[in-house]
């Protein structure tokens, strides 16, 4: 059983921390809807192109498309896992579950940062000063933190998170149209 007045002391430091994750959760969805709008003309135009048997053009545009779609898989990826975080946040006064917040916070800067250079500042902000708050609490109510633990806690999260967006993907977008053989007679394949 925690102490309740130092529960009551750490209520507004988690707030906080939750405020930050939803104005960046914020941020994702605001990306996701941006690259969909990206991905929904890129694919009119892949079916645009196509219709007019212009496979080379075609391809152009399904790789760009692919890009993009990697990029909105890494996007839903951070939310969920901002998500995640800010739940186990919500779990009261918990070290484990703060330091399990942190990592899925440290994991998410990690694959945002090629995408949004500015993730690295204001996540790592975040999970410095997360961290700081894990400690002073573990230090107070005495309970410290498996790190072995959190790894494996972090490992099974991220593939839960990465199922998830896979699903999302699928479900929301359609998929790539591909040429049939015979239109694909205009492409040169060169062996090396």
Do not use: C, W
Not at 6 to 25: D, G, H, S
Not at 139 to 149: Q, S, W
């Amino acid at each position: 059983m925690q102490n309740p007045d130092l529960t009551k002391n750490f209520q507004p430091k988690i707030a906080f921390f939750n405020r930050r994750l939803e104005l960046q959760i914020g941020k994702l969805n605001q990306a996701i809807d941006r690259f969909t709008q990206r991905d929904k003309a890129i694919f009119a135009r892949i079916v645009d192109v196509q219709a007019k048997h212009d496979q080379a053009r075609a391809n152009v545009f399904t790789n760009e498309l692919q890009e993009i779609r990697k990029m909105i898989k890494t996007i839903i990826k951070a939310k969920l896992s901002l998500e995640k975080a800010k739940e186990q946040l919500s779990k009261g006064l918990n070290p484990f579950e703060m330091a399990g917040a942190v990592a899925l916070i440290n994991a998410t800067r990690q694959d945002l940062t090629p995408i949004f250079p500015e993730a690295e500042n204001e996540l790592g902000e975040i999970s410095n000063q997360l961290s700081g708050v894990m400690i002073e609490a573990a230090f107070k109510i005495k309970d410290f933190v498996d790190f072995e633990d959190i790894a494996n806690t972090l490992k099974t999260n991220l593939e839960t998170i990465t199922e998830e967006a896979d699903k999302q993907l699928k479900d929301k977008y359609p998929e790539t149209p591909v040429a049939t053989p015979e239109e694909n007679t205009g492409n040169h394949h060169h062996e090396e």
